[in-house]
Every structure is written in structure tokens, then in C-alpha cells.
């Protein structure tokens, strides 16, 4: 299933949810401050100690104080208007969907609920029909080549109204 609702990211319980991280993996402002502030000190300390990345790497976490299993850290690009930037947020989406799935085969789970904010399109700028398009298109395509990855259900937690509306009409086409 993929799904959309409005609402924030850290107040539902969802197996698995994905930060918009920057790529020194550290507490930051929009959805990234929300998740460290409920996760608490310990994903700070966590974090610290995971090697720096670049736009499209994901790095997966405990949840701590939150209700969910782990956390995966997504570096989302800073919006520039390059080839690469769209790449790198499509790596975004793809790399969190193969992670969340090979982890659900490590832990024998049947299915796993993945959370996405609307990875870039707050402080770095990505404009938001264009980053809703490249994430239903990416999550299409790894469930249409790798079908067991369609036991992994999929919510787009959007916390803007703008967002909540793209993803409801780009949902409603597939
Ligand atoms: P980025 O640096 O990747 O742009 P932001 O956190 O600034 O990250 O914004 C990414 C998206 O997350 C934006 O659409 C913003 O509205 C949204 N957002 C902010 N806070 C929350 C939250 N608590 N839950 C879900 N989404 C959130």
C-alpha cells in the first residue's frame, strides 16, 4: 500500500521513519529537529559517530525515545536545479526502501510501515511538485522491480497543506 496523510512525522507509530538529514548526520531544523528532540540525547550520540555522507546516502538508526523500530538518516540534496540533484533525491527514496526491506528480512517481519516526510523541499529548497513527482516515481519503480518490496507500505507524511495535495493527486493517477 502507499498512502498519504498530512500531520507530523514524529507523532504516529510507524516501524520505520525517514529523517531529511544533512550529510553530518546531526540534529538540524524542519522535520530533522522534530525527530531529535522526541528521539532524545541518545540519537545525538548515535549520530555523531556515523561517517559523514553525501545527498542520496541513508544511514539507519535505533528510534530511542520514539515509537518506531529505526530510523533511516536521508541525505536529501540541496536544491540546485542539476541532473544530480534530482538523482540524488530519487537515491534518497530507493536507498531507504532497499534498507527498510533488507532489514525487515533480517528481523522476519511480513510487513513494515515506512514514513517519508517530503525529504528537501523544506530549508534546502527543492520545489515541491517537482520532489513529489521524483518520489512516486521512485517508489513505483522499486516495487515494479523488486515486487516483494510491496510488503513494505509506504505513507507520505505530509506536514504542509501544498504537499498533501500533490501527493493525494499523484497517488490517485497510478
Ligand atoms: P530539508 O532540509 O530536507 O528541506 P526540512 O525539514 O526543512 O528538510 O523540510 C522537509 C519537509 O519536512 C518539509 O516539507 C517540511 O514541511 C516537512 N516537515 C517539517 N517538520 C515536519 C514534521 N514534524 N513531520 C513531517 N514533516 C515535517
Known amino acids: 500500500m502507499i498512502s498519504t496523510i498530512k500531520g507530523d512525522i514524529t507523532g504516529l507509530d510507524f516501524d520505520m521513519i525517514v529523517n531529511a538529514a544533512n550529510a553530518h548526520f546531526a540534529r538540524g531544523g524542519g522535520v530533522c529537529g522534530a525527530i531529535f528532540a522526541k528521539a532524545g540525547p541518545e540519537l545525538d550520540a548515535?549520530?555523531?559517530?556515523?561517517?559523514?555522507?553525501?545527498?542520496?546516502?541513508?544511514?539507519?538508526?535505533p528510534a530511542f525515545g520514539l515509537p518506531s523500530k529505526a530510523i533511516l538518516h536521508a541525505v536529501g540534496p540541496i536544491y540546485e536545479g542539476t541532473k544530480e540533484n534530482a538523482q540524488a533525491l530519487a537515491g534518497c527514496y530507493w536507498n531507504c526502501v532497499a534498507m527498510a526491506y533488507q532489514y525487515k528480512r533480517e528481523h522476519d517481519l511480513e510487513r513494515l510501515s515506512l514514513a517519508f516526510p517530503c525529504i528537501s523541499t523544506g530549508i534546502y529548497g527543492y520545489p515541491h511538485e517537482a520532489a513529489c513527482d521524483i518520489a512516486v516515481r521512485t517508489i513505483r519503480k522499486i516495487r515494479s522491480a523488486f515486487p516483494d518490496t510491496k510488503s513494505i507500505d509506504i505513507i507520505f507524511v505530509c506536514y504542509e497543506q501544498i504537499d498533501y495535495e500533490l501527493y493525494k493527486k499523484a497517488l490517485k493517477e497510478l
Open 46 to 61: 548515535f549520530c555523531a559517530k556515523l561517517p559523514k555522507g553525501k545527498a542520496g546516502d541513508v544511514r539507519i538508526s
